[in-house]
Each structure stands twice: as C-alpha cells, then as structure tokens.
C-alpha cells in the first residue's frame, strides 16, 4: 500500500522545528546555571566529627598494610591494641564515650542539619530539573499539537511509527515523517552531546536523567545517606583489628639474609 505523500510549508520549519529545538537548549543551559547557582558550600565538619572519621581511616590504613607491613611486629601489634582500646572506650566518637541510652537508640537522620540541608538541596534541584521539562511539553501539546515538523532522510522499520508519530493516528504516513511531540522526545535525550561540548562533560543541563527520578523518589534519595553510627563501626573495626594481626607479615623480617643473597654474597660466607 503507497503511503500516504506530505508536502512541508517550509514555515513549519522556520516556526515551529528551529524553535522548538533552540528553547530546549536554551532551557538546558538556563537549568545548568540555576542549579550551579542553588548549590551550597559544604558546611566544614567541626573538630570532634573529622577526629571521628581519621580515626576510622586509620584503621582501614592500617589493616591494608598488614599482609606486607614496613612496621615491625611488636609495634604493629601496640599500634593495633591501642587503636582497638580507644575504640571499645568510645575514645574518638565525637560525643564522647557512648550510655545505655545512645546503644539503644539509632541515629535519627532528621535530627542531622547537614542531612537535612542535602535532602532540601536535592529537592530543589528536582523541581529546576523537572518543571522546564513539563512547561515545554504543555508549550508543545497546546500551539503545536498534531503537525508533522521534519522527514528523516533514511529508512526506517514500522516499528519507530509509534515512536516518531506521537500524537497523530494516521497509518498511512511514512514511518519517517516525525510529529512535534516526537521531536521534543529526541531533542529530550539526544541534545546531552550538545550539552558536553557547550558545558562540559559534569553539566546539568542533561534532560534524560529526569526520566530515571520522580519528585517523590528525590524526597527519598536527596539525602546523601543514613547518618552513619561510628559506635557499631568502631566494633567492627576492632574485630577487623584482631584479624589483620594473625596476618601481619614484616618486610624486615630476615633482611640481612635477603641482602645478602640478592647481591650473591651469602654462599661466600
């Protein structure tokens, strides 16, 4: 069956096709710098906080070098029990040393500032990324609802007609003809390329991520994450402690002999 013949007005192009696209940009690059700009300083972690979490790395530090370590046994083993000391008597928790009352109760991450600060910062920049999204889309729908704006220069199966001819029913159009709908969906995802070159690559002006967020899920994943308890990573820390001494191994250990076979002088002795 022939399909069915189109013939543009070529103002359909000057008027709908190159604006359509040139808002979309101009919205990505507005979003971008809305976003930049409602951006807050990371407020600096007080003393007692940053002490907490050196403590904590120390430990990872520590234990990493343990299988092949450039400190000696004995003092590997004092550097160790010390560390697994000051974690059981709550030594570095910015808090102080833990009651009855704190191991009982977890952290609440709403009574955190800096979590709250995130979750309304993520959600700020949900609302800058989806509302433009949702205003041209109801631009579209309601001045140019139903036209058919550009036919793509190569073929394509009947299995794009319903991706490329949103909004109008006509099965004897050319599956190549795309509708104004259409064309905001393909500047939707395809215009991030466009983004990165004008931009750079770590913008936010990239439309297609907000397809994988709802508003309701950024009221829920904002926030970086759960207040972390260091109490019950203390504990752990020091079972990891105990276990990384039965695998110490000291570099040093038979030095002299390893010199001096290295360097062929020890058959000679």
Known sequence: MDRLSLYLDPQIRDWVLFPITLVMILVGILRHYVVI?????????????????????????????SSNSPIPPSFYKAISQNLSEA??????????????????????????????DGMMAGMKTQMVMMVPQMV???WI????????????????????????????????MDVRWVSSLSWY???????????RLILGGDNAADSSRDMTTSPFAAM??????QPQDFNKLFKAERDNLEFAEGLH??????????ILRKYGKLAAL
């Not at 139903?146 to 004897?172: C, E, H, N």
């Not at 969906?185 to 983004?195: D, E, I, K, Q, V």
């Not at 829920?220 to 994450?225: D, E, L, T, Y």
């Open 87 to 116: 974690y059981k008597a709550g030594t570095y928790l910015k808090d102080g040393p833990p009651n009855a009352d704190t191991q009982s109760s977890a952290p609440n991450p709403l009574s955190d500032p800096a979590a709250m």
């Open 136 to 138: 041209i889309m109801g």
């Open 37 to 65: 700009l409602l951006q807050s300083q990371p407020k600096k972690l007080s003393r007692a906080a940053t002490r907490e979490q050196r403590a904590l790395t120390r430990s990872q530090v520590l234990q990493a070098t």
């Open 185 to 195: 969906f393909l500047n939707f995802f395809g215009l991030n390329g466009l983004y």
């Open 249 to 258: 191994n000291w570099v040093g250990e038979n030095m002299d002999t390893k």
């Open 220 to 225: 829920g994943n904002a926030q970086p994450g």
């Open 141 to 172: 729908n309601f001045f140019f609802q139903g036209f058919v704006l550009i036919k793509l220069p190569f073929p394509l199966t009947l299995g794009f007609k319903s991706m490329l001819q949103r909004g109008i029913d006509t099965p004897d």
